[in-house]
């Protein structure tokens, strides 16, 4: 139906008179054409840099992106060719007409080269078209605005767009059909106008570009104004609307399965209720924990995993003399993700993180369970925490929140629009315990970090790279973590501390494929020398593991509603691996990755260095996939993930 399109599109444009009615309307199409052509053509430089891109790969994009360009038009002239329509003819030989014309043809230009050139950065950034992150973006201007102007000189670059505009628009200004085309009777410019828009809306969705196998390539076939609006449009997805389902009792008994360690007693005999009594013999240790989440840690930027760059020696340091988790998965790639994973212990469900949803207070947390046991639950983050909807979630699920408001001018060393530097972070944490444990209550703290991000600037004299880069915020995060462990190895409270590091996500999720595995891959360390063995790890397990995981070395006995369970409290571990984007859902094995798509087909992909062979066939692990991801996304939508009173 796609060709059919651009045959309305000829239909509109058809030249009959001297005097052009559509003039203007011609003239924005072949802006909106070229300067898209040109981003596109930009893009397939920078994404060849990265993965090949075969002769069938580039024709497909370039012959797909030009029918989602006309698509994407087709909307944009909606307004404008009503009001050529209503307009009277007359109006063209005013003066006033004219200078508006102009300026309106350059403002088009300027915002459409804008546009083009945000979705570089974007791309550079994540190697994809606008989507679900760009979303957010629009809605947090401050941060993102802020970001912008401190990584890229933003007044030469806002100067050349400029100047591109003016050369655009008198370029295809001088074109000389222009004034031949475009006047049509205008019964007919409205039917046809009409008749495009029923053939795109039923032809064309964000997905009907994804037909080939490199990802690249289907990114590069989209339309970055069409990617951006479907979108918003989609940002919370109905599981059951839009994925494969099995039956219920059916779910509920994998889950229960999966769940039903030797140290847990099911509070129910069967359904969808996982209530579980976790019981450990022996006294509980009551220690303080703090949970460092970090700005985008991927695994291999440690030495341990490899890196031969030493950006990381005091990480490296405590995994020697700590317990360090070598195939540990985060379960998506924004930050949001990894704070939902940590403190809900619960998959991702597709669309939006619960961080940011309705109807996301009074949820079971790792809070709640600290919070039952005396102690004094917070959430510290070194930015504006409005930002994602962090203070809101976390003060509504028994953490208490402190940002950068609490922070006076002579606390700040250096900031930046994300945040200040984190070793200023971790001094206003180091006053909080200082405090709490004057008052005789152990505490639980989860810190959010912010410095290895960019635009990567940090404090002068720490380490030995400028900032700048991703390797120097890297290094200067190691830095800060090693300095902020110095300083409380001087308090009393610091003996009878476990401290708990782990990233939110990598430093990138994109790849050759959707859910590329290497790209979620993450380091966790638990150190507690005084109580903790040093130890390696190597059971595959994902974030939302780590909290049961954590209450299971304190020798907790407590009522679990978590999915995620202690990775000691079996011999081989849970042995599986959740990691999403916000429509793709992964479900990771030993050897093989489950995909689960809306409105497609699950898909198997075997891992290119399986670490074991998994005994199950294809079809249990596309029923456990379907039953982890129907059964967590139920539970949040039907209020199972609540606090019970």
């Keep these: 139906m796609l060709p059919v399109i651009m045959l309305s599109w000829v239909f509109i444009v058809k030249q009959s008179s001297s005097v052009s009615r559509y003039r203007f309307a011609i003239f924005l199409s072949f802006l909106f054409i070229v300067t898209n052509t040109i981003s596109r053509i930009v893009l397939t430089v920078m994404a060849v840099q990265k993965n090949s891109l075969s002769p069938i790969d580039l024709g497909y994009s370039f012959f797909s992106g030009i029918l989602y360009d006309l698509a994407t038009l087709s909307y944009v002239l909606i307004p404008i060719l009503l009001w050529l329509t209503l307009i009277p003819l007359r109006w063209r030989d005013n003066h006033i007409w004219k200078i508006s014309g102009w300026i309106f043809s350059i403002v088009a230009a300027y915002a459409l080269v804008i546009l083009a050139v945000s979705e570089w950065v974007f791309w550079a950034e994540f190697e994809s078209r606008f989507n679900f992150i760009a979303v957010d973006y629009l809605v947090y201007t401050n941060e993102v605005i802020g970001n912008i102007r401190e990584s890229y000189p933003l007044l030469t670059w806002l100067s050349l767009c400029v100047v591109a505009s003016l050369i655009l628009v008198i370029a295809i200004s001088r074109l000389p059909f222009l004034n031949r085309w475009g006047h049509i009777p205008r019964r007919q410019a409205l039917l046809a106008l009409l008749i495009v828009q029923l053939l795109v809306n039923l032809a064309i969705t964000g997905q009907t570009k994804d037909l080939r196998e490199n990802r690249y390539a289907n990114e590069l076939a989209g339309s970055g104004l069409y990617s951006l609006f479907y979108a918003f449009n989609n940002n919370e997805l109905n599981y059951r609307h839009f994925y494969q389902t099995e039956d219920d009792s059916s779910t509920n008994t994998v889950i229960r399965q999966q769940l039903a360690t030797p140290d847990a007693h099911f509070m129910t005999a069967s359904g969808n209720d996982v209530s579980r009594e976790i019981k450990h013999i022996g006294a509980e240790r009551h220690l303080n924990v703090v949970l460092i989440s970090v700005e985008s840690l991927s695994a291999d930027y440690l030495g341990k995993f490899g890196n031969k760059q030493g950006l990381t020696p005091n990480l490296d340091q405590l995994a020697d003399t700590g317990m360090l988790f070598t195939r540990l998965y985060a379960t998506g790639n924004r930050t949001v993700r990894g704070l939902e994973a940590l403190s809900l212990a619960v998959p991702p469900t597709p669309g939006q993180s619960i961080v940011r949803r309705p109807n996301n207070e009074s949820l079971f947390s790792l809070a709640s369970v600290f919070n039952n046991k005396g102690y004094d639950s917070s959430f510290l983050y070194g930015g504006y925490g409005t930002f994602d909807n962090m203070n809101y979630f976390f003060a509504n699920n028994g953490y ?130 005084a109580h903790l063995p040093a130890q390696k790890v190597d059971r595959l397990m994902s974030q939302i593991d780590i909290a049961p995981t954590l209450l299971g070395l304190l020798n907790f006995t407590y009522t679990s509603n978590f999915m995620g369970v202690d990775v000691f409290a079996t011999p081989q571990g849970p042995q599986r691996a959740f990691i999403a984007t916000y429509q793709g859902l992964g479900y990771l094995t030993s050897d093989r990755l489950v995909i689960l798509r809306p409105r497609k087909q699950p898909e198997i992909q075997a891992l290119e260095t399986p670490v074991a062979k998994t005994a199950k066939s294809n079809a249990e692990l596309v029923k456990e996939a379907i039953a982890w991801y129907q059964f967590s996304s139920d539970a949040f939508s039907q209020g199972r993930m609540k606090l019970k009173h």
């Design 400 to 529: 208490n929140v402190k940002d950068r408001l609490e922070l006076k001018s002579n606390q700040i060393t250096h900031e930046n629009i994300w945040g200040v530097a984190d070793e200023d972070l971790y001094n206003m944490a180091l006053r909080d315990f200082d405090e709490t444990s004057k008052q005789g209550k152990p505490f639980f703290a989860h810190i959010m970090t912010t410095s290895n991000h960019r635009p990567y600037s940090f404090p002068e004299n720490r380490i030995d790279l400028p900032n700048g880069t991703r390797e120097a915020a890297v290094k200067y995060t190691d830095w800060a973590i090693g300095n902020f462990i110095k300083q409380a190895s001087q308090r009393k409270w610091y003996k009878d501390t476990v401290f708990v590091i782990v990233a939110d996500h990598c430093a990138s999720s994109a790849g050759k494929t959707d859910l590329p595995v290497e790209r979620y891959h993450i380091p966790l360390l638990v150190w507690s020398p």
